[in-house]
Nanobody, 125 residues
Framework: QVQLVESGGGLVQAGGSLRLSCADS????????MGWFRQAPGKEREIIAA????????RYRDSVKGRFTLSRDNAKNTVYLQMNSLKPEDTDVYYC??????????????????WGQGTQVTVSS
């Protein structure tokens, strides 16, 4: 059973940084591709980054490349999203998710099986 809990969201000024964490209380964390998504009210949820099972490969949405870094620690059952140079348009609810699909398909939103409850990130101008 996968149970994901996000933390680390909050209010930050433009140009600032936040690190989101997502911890899994289950026993099979390393068997899942992990992704981070975000969603604004009235908009579709979009994937922003994904990391392979080993943590050796990552993929990013163009809008966050060079600013966000996704990593995982399988010993701690935790995935991290380091967000730097934050912009007001990064304001959203951020969700982590776990997928049993192949990493090649990890940037497809419909490939994820388990979701966290979300954490709010607000970037003020």
């Amino acid at each position: 059973q996968v149970q994901l809990v996000e933390s680390g969201g909050g209010l930050v000024q433009a140009g600032g940084s936040l690190r989101l964490s997502c911890a899994d209380s289950g026993r099979s964390f390393s068997s899942y591709v992990m992704g981070w998504f975000r969603q604004a009210p009235g908009k579709e949820r979009e994937i922003i980054a994904a990391v392979s099972r080993s943590g050796g490969s990552t993929r990013y949405r163009d809008s966050v490349k060079g600013r966000f870094t996704l990593s995982r620690d399988n010993a701690k059952n935790t995935v991290y999203l380091q967000m730097n140079s934050l912009k007001p348009e990064d304001t959203d609810v951020y969700y982590c998710a776990a997928s049993s699909t192949t990493f090649a398909l990890s940037m497809r939103a419909n490939g994820y099986d388990y979701w966290g409850q979300g954490t709010q990130v607000t970037v003020s101008s």
